[in-house]
């Protein structure tokens, strides 16, 4: 969007880097969709990426092998999920200095959350094979599945440094508002991603190992694209001082922040993990069915994610620009839209979910298991909106003790409700848990939302 000082131009489209000046502004229908639309089509394409993935691996009739993806994918979303706060907390601080009207703290903002992707991505890619030796141990599942998914492992996290480096830009990007390009760089690292996954994976036969090759080439020519926009923008900027960049203030605001946000995201992934682990104790059969459902969640979600990343850039934007009037506006017309979406992406599931089920594997066993829960994963959307949308708004407004806390009250809740309905209920009760843990997410972050408010402005 353009990020002038005059409300009439608050929703408008902005494709360069020139300054912009700070100051009151008015969130409208338009600056909401100018954010949104383009990034619910960007992040559409991760969980189209995990359909692929499946489909592919799928196609070879093997439920162990659609298993072992699963839970390789499982173990590397606990890992890799972790160090989200590269992406949202950069959001979150770019765009209060964005609306300060703080270029340099921009830049300052984006080369250090490098310098951490730097870093962590290369200690990640070395302690690839320890990580797929306890992802094995965690899962506990049969040999054949347990092998799978140690090959995922080991060759998909030598991405590491790619991938958090792609966090860092788009963080940058998004906490800009620019969601056009934002859409670019993620149609080019998926759609890389999708065709060297058809490419290696099943023209070349080279199967799960074929998969997590062909995330490590999107990664890492996604990285060189994003790298290359990002640096040529800097170079027509002030240059950053070298003591604004290395401002420990600064830093130890984002690594608090960044500890914040991981043990969120750690708490996040864990309950999902606790579903997988759970759904595998099951059954081979229930644990890949279950896979390919939770994988239609994420497309919801990741509809939700639209709306929720433009509740980041306009409520940080309101905090840096200490303008209450457009703050609110925004919570409310990111709801509006969620809500809206949410329903739409349910009726969809019900109506067409057998259908995607019947595309996505050949095994009649996990079509069949699939169809039973259907209506279970559609709805996730409707009960998920609340907390997505939350979780914008704090990420933005770098609430993030907040965000923390409530997500461990929801992670407890969602483990009382795993041990107590899961055994009574099976796969039913493993479902309604997942329900439970979203509920409670978005209604204790909205009360303190309510909180917050009163001091904030």
């Not at 958090?164 to 969601?179: D, F, K, Q, S, T």
């Amino acid at each position: 969007m353009d990020k002038g000082a005059t409300p009439a131009d608050a929703g408008s489209p902005i494709l360069s880097g020139s300054p912009i000046h700070s100051g009151s502004f008015v969130v409208t229908n338009r600056s909401v969709l100018a954010i949104a639309v383009p990034m619910t089509l960007a992040y559409l394409t991760t969980p189209m990426l995990g359909l692929v993935d499946t489909a592919v691996v799928g196609q070879f009739g093997d439920a162990a092998l659609l298993g072992g993806l699963a839970a390789g994918a499982l173990i590397f979303d606990v890992v890799f999920t972790s160090f989200n706060f590269l992406r949202s907390g950069t959001t979150g601080l770019v765009a209060q200095a964005f609306g300060r009207g703080d270029a340099l703290e921009e830049q300052a903002v984006f080369w250090r959350a490098v310098l951490i992707a730097v870093i962590a991505g290369i200690v990640l890619a070395a302690l690839a094979p320890l990580v797929a030796i306890a992802g094995q141990k965690f899962m506990g599942a049969e040999p054949r599945v347990s092998e799978a998914m140690g090959v995922y492992i080991r060759i998909r996290l030598l991405a590491a440094p790619f991938s958090l480096i792609n966090y860092a830009i788009l963080g940058y990007v998004l906490g800009r508002g620019e969601g056009g390009l934002g859409l670019v760089l993620q149609l080019v690292l998926n759609g890389i991603n999708i065709a060297l996954c058809f490419l290696l994976g099943l023209e070349l036969g080279w199967g799960v190992a074929g998969v997590a090759w062909a995330t490590v080439s999107g990664e890492f020519l996604a990285m060189l694209l994003g790298l290359a926009v990002v640096i040529r923008r800097f170079r027509a900027a002030p240059p950053l001082p070298r003591h604004r960049l290395l401002d420990m203030t600064a830093f130890l605001r984002m690594l608090s922040l960044n500890r914040d946000i991981m043990i969120r995201s750690f708490s996040l992934l864990a309950a999902f993990a606790l579903f997988t682990r759970q759904g595998a104790q099951f059954g081979t059969v229930t644990l890949a069915a279950n896979a390919v459902l939770m994988n239609f969640f994420l497309v919801a979600g990741y509809f939700l994610d639209g709306f929720a990343t433009a509740a980041e850039q306009l409520a940080g934007r309101a905090v840096g620009a200490r303008a209450a009037a457009p703050f609110r506006q925004a919570v409310r017309l990111t709801l509006f839209w969620g809500f809206g979406l949410a329903g739409a992406a349910t009726l969809v599931m019900l109506s067409g979910g057998a259908n995607l089920v019947a595309l996505v594997t050949t095994s009649e066993d996990v079509r069949s298991v699939a169809d039973i829960y259907l209506p279970w994963a559609a709805f996730t959307a409707l009960s998920g909106v609340l907390a997505f949308q939350m979780d914008g708004v704090f990420i933005g407004a770098t609430w993030s003790r907040d965000m923390r806390n409530m997500m461990l009250l929801s992670f407890l809740v969602f483990a009382a409700a795993l041990l107590t309905l899961a055994p009574a209920f099976g796969n039913n009760g493993l479902w309604a848990a997942l329900h439970v843990f979203l509920l409670v997410r978005g209604f204790s972050l909205l009360t303190i939302l309510r909180l917050r408010v009163r001091t904030a402005f």
